[in-house]
């Protein structure tokens, strides 16, 4: 069964840093292009960033470009969002997601439970 | 970067109701379009991808249709658990955005 499990949300100040993590299961980790998707408290769905199955290519959106980072850890099907300098407005839950095809252009077909980030002093 | 619009935002529909979402992209993405369901408290679920190729395990009511800039999500039928917001979401390009989002709820 395929499960990804996010950890490492939780209150951090503006400025500050936090780093995600997601445990993968029930697939070949390194085989799958991964993302973070997330949702501020009421509103819609905002796509942050994909990995390829190898850690080789990276995207972001241009909103966290420059201050987050993603990446990845085969031998231990862990991904990974180290985010700094965080703003009022990185508030939100954040969804580790496995593609559902290779490419990292295919769309998430599992997603974690999310972990909530909350941005405030 | 390509903007994704959707309508309604909102809907109000009865049970057994046939529902039709749109989704237009601000240049043409091909069939690289995707649709999910949201339920409230509840990660996303894929229903279609490339445009209208069903995810296993959906309900063949879902349906998909449309290429280039412009999409549609159709519910043949209205089920009780089908009342969620939909989100369409491009995939054509990086950064692969998302649809505002439809709410459809019961009437």
């Known amino acids: 069964e395929v499960q990804v499990l996010e950890s490492g949300g939780g209150l951090v100040q503006p400025g500050g840093s936090l780093r995600l993590s997601c445990a993968a299961s029930g697939f070949t980790f390194s085989s799958y292009a991964m993302s973070w998707v997330r949702q501020a408290p009421g509103t819609g769905l905002e796509w942050v960033s994909t990995i390829s199955g190898s850690g080789g290519n990276t995207y972001y959106a241009d909103s966290v470009k420059g201050r987050f980072t993603i990446s990845r850890d085969n031998s231990k099907n862990t991904l990974y969002m180290q985010m700094n300098s965080l703003r009022a407005e990185d508030t939100a839950v954040y969804y580790c997601?496995?593609?559902?095809?290779?490419?990292?252009?295919?769309?998430?077909?599992?997603w974690g439970q999310g972990t909530l980030v909350t941005v405030s002093s | 970067d390509i903007q994704m619009t959707q309508s309604p935002s909102s809907l109000s529909a009865s049970v057994g109701d046939r529902v039709t979402i749109t989704c237009r992209a601000s240049?043409?993405?091909?069939?690289?379009l995707n649709w999910y369901q949201q339920k409230p408290g509840k990660a996303p679920k894929l229903l279609i991808y490339a445009a209208s190729s069903l995810q296993s395990g959906v309900p063949s009511r879902f349906s998909g249709s449309g290429s280039g800039t412009d999409f549609t999500l159709t519910i043949s039928s209205l089920q009780p658990e089908d009342f969620a917001t939909y989100y369409c979401q491009q995939s054509y390009s990086s950064p692969f955005t998302f649809g505002p989002g439809t709410k459809v709820d019961i009437k």
């Open positions: 240049q043409s993405i091909s069939n690289y």
């Open positions: 997601t496995k593609g559902y095809c290779t490419s990292t252009s295919c769309p998430p077909d599992y």
